[in-house]
T-cell receptor, first 117, second 112 residues
């Protein structure tokens, strides 16, 4: 159980275009999902917390107008990278918590490798 | 506030040798601690979690970790390394604000 599906697994786009990444919890409901960015050989950087039915909470330094997050249902959150530039190329990973308790682990999608040319 | 520190960004062991990956935590409240493994170009997979039920926690793939409050540690071990264990390992602590705080990761290399 507790499967998180992320799509696409990789995407190549041209500079200036927008890319949407989907994150779905397949067998549980997730009122909160998290979006991370990971640079090569580095740890995960939390970008934002996605809350179902309300606005996302962005971490300091993350441009909310560039990284649009929508959490329209209890099983789906999307991250849209708008007007992408080569510096946005990275590995993006979503996660969701099954249950609200602090001892509930995060379950991760398999990530999306974004390359902006 | 909660945080974790992973000592050693790279660890190399011979196949069949003991694996020891270190994690120390800082928490103002009883911590909930986790170990995750990440294979190349994949998301993170939960190895095990500590939630105060038992100090020695057994996880998947033969890994286990021991919670030591006196040392504020939660080191990950495996008695005998396998080639398939080569990956990136992250220690994490659950925060009161519904957030997770990850360590900087330890890359494990297994030498045949």
């Amino acid at each position: 159980g507790a499967v998180v599906s992320q799509h696409p697994s990789w995407v190549i786009c041209k500079s200036g275009t927008s890319v949407k990444i989907e994150c779905r919890s397949l067998d549980f409901q997730a009122t909160t999902m998290f979006w991370y960015r990971q640079f090569p050989k580095q740890s995960l950087m939390l970008m934002a917390t996605s809350n179902e039915g309300s606005k996302a909470t962005y971490e300091q330094g993350v441009e909310k107008d560039k990284f649009l997050i929508n959490h329209a249902s209890l099983t789906l959150s999307t991250l849209t990278v708008t007007s992408a530039h080569p510096e946005d190329s990275s590995f993006y990973i979503c996660s969701a918590r099954q249950g609200a308790a602090f001892n509930s682990p995060l379950h991760f999608g398999n990530g999306t490798r974004l390359t902006v040319t | 506030a909660q945080s974790v520190t992973q000592l050693g960004s790279h660890v190399s062991v011979s196949e069949g040798a003991l694996v020891l990956l270190r994690c120390n935590y800082s928490s103002s409240v009883p911590p909930y601690l986790f170990w995750y493994v990440q294979y190349p170009n994949q998301g993170l997979q939960l190895l095990l979690k500590y939630t105060s039920a038992a100090t020695l926690v057994k996880g998947i793939n033969g890994f286990e970790a021991e919670f030591k409050k006196s040392e504020t540690s939660f080191h990950l071990t495996k008695p005998s390394a396998h080639m398939s264990d080569a990956a990136e390992y992250f220690c994490a602590v659950s925060g009161t604000g519904n957030q997770f705080y990850f360590g900087t990761g330890t890359s494990l290399t297994v030498i045949p």
